[in-house]
């Protein structure tokens, strides 16, 4: 059984065409770590984070998609499964880097590409990589670039979360008052991610559903 882990509960919607096991872990390294030792009990033998990511690399836009060869935590490298990924259709290879809170704005996001080396950034995929390797089990990460290495996140997408990954409007509204200046950027953020989760509903399409049942 493939057991996938995402951060929102709208990337676990997208995940469930695939006709496999998902939790949403709420989008923080805490609640993935739950969500991929869940699916473990239930029986899971290989894990997939899905979703989406930050882009630390000029190159990589809104919607493109990402299927890293390894992923990065602490300085400690743990290479994904060629077998899976390899199932998960054509990406953007390389390092993905698992960081502990948002990276926030461009010059965040182009000191970790420096120090790290790596090519995106999300927060889920460190604590899946653990968790499988806690249990020998095979990973994965497909993620889809939602904010490229230029952007800085407007202060409502800091709050925008709740604990179960699904969007909490009460905190937005109150950011937006707070700082209404922010209201272009939110949109245009609300447009890339928009073009991310439509590209992980086309990669879930080309995927097909129980494709993936093959490689476990």
Known sequence: MLGIITGLTAEATIAQRLGVAVR??????EGAEAAAEALVAEGATALLSFGLAGGLMGDLHPGDIIIPD???????????NAALSARLGEGTHGMLLAHHEIVATAAEKAALAASSLCRA???????VARVAAKHGLPFAVLRAICDDADRDLPP??????NEKGAIAITRVALSIL?????????????????RARA????RVNQIGVGALGSVL
């Open 156 to 161: 409502a997408a800091m709050a925008a979360l």
């Open 121 to 127: 950034v999300d927060l889920e995929s460190g604590a």
């Open 24 to 29: 949403a872990g709420g989008g923080m390294p």
């Open 178 to 194: 707070s700082h209404p200046l922010q209201i272009p950027a939110l949109i245009a953020l609300g447009r890339d991610a928009g």
């Open 199 to 202: 590209a992980l509903v086309g």
């Open 70 to 80: 390894a992923v990065v935590e602490d300085g400690r490298i743990r290479p994904t």
